[in-house]
């Protein structure tokens, strides 16, 4: 059974520095890794999706990199800033059940992210 | 243009009341999910839907009860409401299910059970 884990729990740092957010999951058959921002009372918004055959995505200031044989992905933030701060979750799809895909997502518990200015 | 809508947003209702939101989809995709967000904000899958067609039922009680009508919307009605039920609920939308394509969410619905 896929679990998803994501290391900090929380995490508070100066505006300008640059971040790393890790995930680990247990089944490494994914078809892909997402990473989303979900703010307080907010719903989820789609960051980067990695194809399992892809090493990394950047977008803007935002690069996730995915090592499927080690079960790890890693988001690294550069130069963050305040309106970073936010809840960041990772998911990879639930994988195969009763000889078809389930497509669902399963999510880790996030990573509560505080940049202060 | 939102790619993900719910109605209501907020809901706030006694319990063993019956109630439902509603989701729509304008992105063209064939695959539609709810998911559960609890009050540890854990994001755990409810149903998925593939071209109208049930997918998952992840040990949710019968009193929920998710309706597709067409591709673009997923409905889910709640029977008996109970306080556990208060929790937040995501619809999503994805294209192409064994593919595992990039799901896009809804701005979510926070339903209180008094």
């Known amino acids: 059974k896929q679990e998803v884990t994501q290391i900090p729990a929380a995490l508070s740092v100066p505006e300008g520095e640059n971040l790393v957010l890790n995930c680990s999951f247990t089944?490494?058959?994914?078809?892909?890794l997402q990473w989303f921002r979900q703010d307080p009372g907010k719903g989820l918004t789609s960051l980067l999706l990695?194809?399992?055959?892809?090493r990394e995505q950047t977008s803007g200031r935002l690069n996730a990199s995915l090592d499927k044989s080690s079960g790890r992905s890693t988001l690294y933030i550069a130069a963050s800033q305040p309106g970073d701060s936010a809840t960041y979750l990772c998911a990879v799809p639930g994988g195969m059940n009763y000889g078809g895909s389930q497509g669902n997502l399963i999510f880790g518990k996030g990573t509560k992210l505080s940049v202060k200015p | 243009d939102t790619a993900v809508s719910q109605t209501p947003k907020y809901l706030v209702t006694q319990m063993g009341n019956d109630k439902s939101i509603k989701c729509e989809q304008n992105?063209?995709?064939?695959?539609m999910y709810w998911y559960k967000q609890d009050s540890k904000k854990f994001l755990k899958i409810m149903f998925s839907y593939n071209n109208k067609e049930l997918i998952i039922n992840e040990t949710v009680p019968n009193r929920f009860s998710p309706k597709s009508p067409d591709k673009a919307h997923l409905n889910l009605h709640i029977n008996s409401l109970e306080l556990g039920d208060s929790a937040v609920y995501f619809c999503?939308?994805?294209?192409?299910?064994?593919?595992?394509?990039?799901?896009?969410f809804g701005p979510g619905t926070r339903l209180t059970v008094l």
């Open positions: 089944d490494s058959a994914i078809y892909n």
């Open positions: 992105l063209g995709h064939d695959t």
């Open positions: 990695i194809q399992s055959s892809q």
């Open positions: 999503a939308s994805s294209q192409g299910l064994a593919e595992g394509g990039e799901q896009f």
